[in-house]
Structure formats: C-alpha cells, structure tokens
C-alpha cells in the first residue's frame, strides 16, 4: 500500500499445530485468529468481486431509466422527475454513512453486508410486484407512445417505500463491501499486500461491467416500457449475489467492530481542551502509550506518534493528577487518551482536505449522466435506420475504464516501478488521483470544443436554431473515454487511499468518504448550473443551458469547469503536499519532511 510499507519480512505467527494465521488481527467466523491458507485471498475476494457485480446490475436496473418511469408511469413532469431522483440518488449515498457507522461500531462488516443485503432484495421485489400489480396499468402502458393512467395513494406510497427500501440496502452495504473484500488480504504479508491494492482495480471494474449490462440490456426492455422484466431481473441479479454472499461465509475474515466512534473523537476533544494550558515536552516523548495486549484486543495495530494537531497531543499528556489516578488503578479516558486515540482523530483530520479536493472532480463526473446526454441528444443520433439512445453512449466510458484498468494494473505501474527501481511501488494513491483531476480537465476541454463544433454545424444547419446538429455523436467518445480513465486514476486510488489511510476503526468510514464525494458533487453541480443560469440569462439571451441548446453556450460551461478543476488540481498538490501518511506499529517510519506528493 502507497504510505505504508512492510518493516519485517514478516515472521509468521505460528500456533500449535504449525498452521500460520494473519498478522493483522483478522479472525475467522468463529473469532479465531484466521489460518492464512483456510481463510481470504483471492478465493473470498473473486466471490465478493462477483456479488459486486451482480448487485451493481440490479442496481442500476432500477436507477438508470428511474427518470422515465416517474414520467411515463407515474406521471410526474420532468422537472419534478428529475427532482425526485436527485433526492433518491442523494439518499443513497447518506445511508452509506449510516451503514459504515453500524458497521466499523457494532454489527461488524460482515454482517452489515448481509442484513443491508437482505433489506436490497426485498425493496426490489417490493418494486417489482407493486409495478406489476398495481403501477403498469393499463397492462402494456409504461412506453413513450403508451403512458399509464393514474394511481391511487396507497400504489404510489407503496413505490416509495419500495426505492428507499433500495436506496437503504444499497446505500448501507455499497461502503461496507469495497471494505469487506480488502479486508481478505493481509497488508502485513507482502504479497498479500500487492493483491489487495489489486483488488481495488478489480472491485471497481465489476461494478462498471455490472452497470454496462443495465445500461444497455436492461435499459433497453425498460425504454421499451417492458418494465416488469427489467425489475425482476434486477431482484433476480440482487438475490443470487446475496445467495453467493451467504455461500463464502466459512472463508472470510473478519475484524471486530470498535465501538462509537464519536465518542472516542470526543473524549480526545476534551482531554486535550482541559489540558489547555499545560506545558508539553518537544516530541512524542511523556505520552500515555496503552499496553500492547489492551490495544490490540479488537485486532487493531497500534498508531505512531506523529507531528502536527499539536493541541490533540494533550489529550495524551500525562500529568501528575493523572499519575496519582494510575497508582490507584483508575483511569478516567475523558483527562487521558492514549497516543493511539489520538492520531485516528489526527487522520480524520488530515484526510479531510483530501476528500474535499475530490468534490470538483464528482461535478465533472456527474455531467456525463446529465449534460453529455443533453449535448448528446442535440447531435445526429442516427447510424442508417438504427437510433443510437444518448444515453448509451456511457458504455464507452465503461469501455475505457476497463481499457485503462489493465493498461494501469499490466504496463504503467510496473513500468513506473522499473524506473525507479529502488522504489517496489508505481504511482502513489495520492499521484493517481492527481492524475485523474488532470485526465478529467482534459474530459471537459474535450466535451468544450465538440460542443464549439456541434454549435457552429447547428447554425449552419437550420434557419431558426431549432434542430438538431448534424454533426455525429460518435463526436463524444473521447470525452467519455477521458472520464473513464480519470476514473480508473480518480476514484480506484481514491479507494484504496482511504482504505489505507483510515485507522483500523474507520475503515468502512473511509469508503463511505468516496461514496458522498459523489453525492456532494451532485448537489453542488445542480448549484453550479442555477447560479450559471442566472447569471448568463438576460432578457434577449436564454443563457448558457437553455431547453434548446442550440440557442445557448454550454460549451462555455464546460470550459468553466475545465478551470474550476484546474484551480481544484493547484489546491490539490498543496493538500498531497502538506499529507502525512499514518505510521503504524511494525512498519517502516517514513521521513517526517518527505514529500508524500512528487509532481
């Protein structure tokens, strides 16, 4: 893992009957240390992959054509459609909090899967039925020719129930999962440990050929209003994952859960504020340091000192009234947290500016499923007699994010290690993602200049600026073969970089992180477009996005993003730089003044 390295060529812990187990703490089903050979690797990470992969289809059976079904089903009009998605799909990502706090506090990661699982397949059959029984009705509606009539109340709360039944199952397993099916591979191995920043790669990639299916096989019966289908296939698709699931159960490791972590992160607030004024010594010396069988009860590794956050170390300061509470075999943990306690706040502290550079980038993400469909759909769809739906043009990105993922994993990353040569690693997480947020500028200047060209065809085209360019959409594969391989570099880095960089505690906090960087970027890209269109709409000009957008500038905007996210790179590298890596016990102690981020 990029920050963290092996110290020890790694003696194996070995019990009594010469078995050799995990060197990270993990435990098999039963609690046990986990015996490396019986438990994880590749054989638990390949069954996790494809129950990935199955649940992401199932997914986007449903989210993918959601807009056309409240408008061709329910009714709604598109401005109240949209709005309706933006709020289910926002959703989505906050039962991701929900379900890795469950998961890192109580229930553990397995069983969050499994019950977040169970709660996915009966929402979709719940979808599926209602949609069946009572929403496509008259039998045969659901088409753009044939729309259904109205429903009762009692039809529609029973839809709702159902997608927030969905959101929630998917929501709260989406973080735990990624988290689960590193946690197969022991960092503390070497080679191991090269396979689990492999599986990253791999978990990303089923999830994208997971959605390829929906959008175009699935989409496709559902565009056509055979709706039914589309949605018992997705409960289909969700039901044999969890059933796969449940199947790799007696091969999985495990980690035990924490507890709240609040209030770990609050009792170092006020130690360190009740100890405001006390000298404290230079360095880490003089810290209280819990013994090592009390610190690794859950599994946990220990947490070296470092630098920075200088207030937080006085929640660790161990003063005389503290002294005098030790000789009496108290311990109050709101005066004094160990060192340990201390820096998983210092980390969440630290990974913060980070994940906030990572909005930008889900804004120009986000475009590809809105605006590069509207631009789309403005261009010439047509190949022969065979229409060409804009909104299938994501494949490309799928496409290219598989392209780039083997490109990646079979020739940069050993290339770039080769050229180092005393270096093991390739690229660094947090260069990665650098990269992407370069690749992603490169995606928005693209999709700039093909709007500048469809504009400037449009005009020439038609009298009134009415009709549609006829300038091919084919014109679009590059800008979605840019958002895909920034994703590759983007989002695959930015898995593992929390994954890494999260205290053993958070881990699934740090998936859920990757999760509402895209939520976020939803919402402030719906904000970014109102604030563009009041500002560029006057009374002669329909600003830059209008209904007609070949009355309007969207190229401007992609331009205008294309800089947001160039400032968002400068901002970027001054964060990477600044980034210290989490030491843990047992491992190699990196240079405190060492550059994290090289450009």
């Given at each position: 893992?990029?920050?963290?390295?092996?110290?020890?060529?790694?003696?194996?812990?070995?019990?009594?009957?010469?078995?050799?187990?995990?060197?990270?703490?993990?435990?098999?089903?039963?609690?046990?240390?986990?015996?490396?050979a019986?438990?994880?690797?590749?054989?638990?990470?390949?069954?996790?992959l494809?129950?990935?992969?199955?649940?992401?289809?199932?997914?986007?059976?449903?989210?993918?054509?959601?807009v056309?079904?409240?408008?061709?089903?329910?009714?709604?009009?598109?401005?109240?459609?949209?709005?309706?998605?933006?709020?289910w799909?926002?959703?989505?990502?906050?039962?991701?909090?929900?379900?890795?706090?469950?998961?890192?506090?109580?229930?553990?990661?397995?069983?969050?899967?499994?019950?977040?699982?169970?709660?996915?397949v009966?929402?979709?059959?719940?979808?599926s039925?209602?949609?069946?029984?009572?929403?496509?009705r008259?039998?045969?509606?659901?088409?753009?020719?044939?729309?259904?009539?109205?429903?009762?109340?009692?039809?529609?709360?029973?839809f709702?129930?159902?997608?927030?039944?969905?959101?929630?199952?998917?929501?709260?397993?989406?973080?735990?999962?990624a988290?689960?099916?590193?946690?197969?591979?022991?960092e503390?191995?070497?080679?191991?440990g090269h396979?689990?920043?492999?599986?990253?790669?791999?978990?990303?990639?089923?999830?994208?050929?997971?959605?390829?299916?929906?959008?175009?096989?699935?989409?496709?019966?559902?565009?056509?209003?055979?709706?039914?289908?589309?949605?018992?296939?997705?409960?289909?698709s969700?039901?044999a994952?969890?059933?796969?699931?449940?199947?790799?159960?007696?091969?999985?490791?495990?980690?035990?859960?924490n507890?709240?972590?609040?209030?770990?992160?609050?009792?170092?607030?006020?130690?360190?504020?009740?100890?405001?004024?006390?000298?404290?010594?230079?360095?880490?010396?003089?810290?209280?340091?819990?013994?090592?069988?009390?610190?690794?009860?859950?599994g946990?590794?220990?947490?070296?000192?470092?630098?920075?956050?200088?207030?937080?170390?006085?929640?660790?300061?161990?003063?005389?009234?503290?002294?005098d509470?030790?000789?009496?075999?108290?311990?109050?943990?709101?005066?004094?947290?160990?060192?340990?306690?201390?820096?998983?706040?210092?980390?969440?502290?630290?990974?913060?500016?980070?994940?906030?550079?990572?909005?930008?980038?889900?804004?120009?993400?986000?475009?590809m499923?809105?605006?590069?469909?509207?631009?789309?759909?403005?261009?010439?769809?047509?190949?022969?007699?065979?229409?060409?739906?804009?909104?299938?043009?994501?494949?490309?990105?799928?496409?290219?994010?598989?392209?780039f993922?083997?490109?990646?994993?079979?020739?940069?990353?050993?290339?770039?290690?080769?050229?180092?040569?005393?270096?093991?690693?390739?690229?660094?997480?947090?260069?990665?993602?650098?990269?992407g947020?370069?690749?992603?500028?490169?995606?928005?200047?693209?999709?700039?200049?093909?709007?500048?060209?469809?504009?400037?065809?449009?005009?020439?085209?038609c009298?009134?600026?009415?009709?549609?360019?006829?300038?091919?959409?084919?014109?679009?594969?590059?800008?979605?073969?840019?958002?895909?391989?920034?994703?590759?570099?983007?989002?695959?880095?930015?898995?593992?970089?929390?994954?890494?960089?999260?205290?053993?505690?958070?881990?699934?906090?740090?998936?859920?992180?990757?999760?509402?960087?895209?939520?976020?970027?939803?919402?402030?890209?719906s904000?970014?477009?109102?604030?563009?269109?009041?500002?560029?709409?006057?009374d002669?000009?329909?600003?830059?996005?209008p209904?007609?957008?070949?009355?309007?500038h969207?190229?401007?905007?992609?331009?205008?993003?294309?800089?947001?996210?160039?400032?968002?790179?400068?901002?970027?590298?001054?964060?990477?730089?600044?980034?210290?890596?989490?030491?843990?016990?047992?491992?190699?102690?990196?240079?405190?003044?060492?550059?994290?981020?090289?450009?």
């Open positions: 893992m990029a920050c963290l390295e092996v110290c020890n060529e790694g003696k194996f812990k070995e019990d009594e009957e010469g078995t050799t187990n995990t060197l990270d703490g993990s435990v098999d089903m039963h609690g046990r240390p986990a015996i490396r019986k438990s994880g690797r590749w054989v638990a990470g390949i069954i996790i494809v129950n990935q992969g199955l649940a992401t289809l199932a997914f986007f059976g449903v989210g993918v054509n959601l056309l079904f409240l408008t061709r089903v329910l009714q709604q009009n598109n401005a109240t459609a949209a709005n309706s998605v933006s709020k799909t926002g959703t989505v990502y906050i039962f991701s909090l929900v379900g890795a706090f469950l998961s890192d506090s109580y229930w553990g990661r397995y069983k969050t899967c499994a019950i977040f699982q169970i709660i996915f009966i929402g979709l059959a719940s979808l039925l209602s949609s069946q029984l009572f929403l496509l008259p039998k045969g509606c659901g088409s753009q020719e044939n729309p259904c009539g109205t429903h009762e109340s009692y039809q529609i709360v029973l709702y129930l159902s997608i927030y039944l969905i959101a929630l199952g998917n929501g709260g397993y989406q973080p735990n999962i988290t689960f099916g590193a946690d197969q591979f022991d503390e191995d070497r080679r191991e396979s689990k920043v492999a599986f990253f790669s791999y978990f990303y990639l089923a999830m994208n050929l997971g959605s390829l299916f929906s959008n175009t096989i699935l989409g496709y019966f559902e565009d056509e209003g055979i709706w039914a289908i589309g949605f018992w296939a997705s409960t289909a969700a039901f994952a969890l059933v796969l699931f449940l199947i790799g159960t007696p091969r999985y490791r495990h980690f035990k859960p507890g709240n972590p609040l209030a770990r992160f609050c009792q170092v607030l006020v130690a360190a504020v009740k100890k405001g004024k006390v000298e404290m010594p230079s360095g880490g010396e003089e810290l209280y340091t819990e013994e090592r069988k009390e610190s690794s009860m859950n946990n590794r220990k947490i070296l000192y470092t630098h920075g956050f200088k207030f937080l170390d006085r929640a660790a300061y161990i003063s005389s009234r503290d002294l509470n030790q000789k009496q075999g108290l311990h109050n943990p709101w005066r004094l947290c160990p060192i340990t306690q201390v820096e998983e706040v210092k980390c969440i502290l630290r990974l913060l500016p980070i994940w906030l550079c990572t909005i930008l980038y889900s804004v120009v993400f986000t475009q499923a809105s605006l590069f469909v509207e631009q789309g759909a403005a261009m010439k769809t047509t190949v022969s007699n065979f229409r060409i739906p804009p909104a299938s043009m994501s494949s490309f990105d799928i496409l290219s994010v598989a392209v993922i083997f490109f990646y994993r079979r020739i940069l990353d050993p290339l770039v290690s080769k050229i180092r040569k005393s270096d093991s690693r390739g690229l660094t997480e947090l260069q990665r993602m650098g990269i947020l370069v690749i992603a500028i490169l995606a928005m200047l693209s999709a700039g200049i093909v709007e500048c060209y469809r504009l400037k065809y449009a005009k020439k085209e009298t009134h600026c009415d009709g549609s360019s006829t300038l091919s959409i084919f014109w679009q594969i590059p800008q979605y073969a840019f958002i895909g391989a920034s994703e590759v570099f983007m989002y695959v880095g930015q898995l593992e970089f929390f994954n890494a960089q999260a205290p053993d505690g958070l881990k699934s906090f740090g998936s859920a992180l990757c999760m509402t960087s895209i939520s976020l970027g939803n919402y402030v890209s904000l970014l477009v109102s604030m563009v269109m009041k500002i560029s709409t006057e002669h000009m329909p600003g830059w996005i209904g007609n957008l070949n009355k309007g969207l190229d401007r905007f992609y331009f205008l993003l294309a800089a947001l996210t160039s400032i968002d790179l400068i901002v970027y590298i001054a964060c990477a730089k600044w980034y210290k890596c989490i030491k843990l016990e047992g491992r190699f102690e990196e240079n405190e003044d060492q550059e994290n981020f090289k450009v």
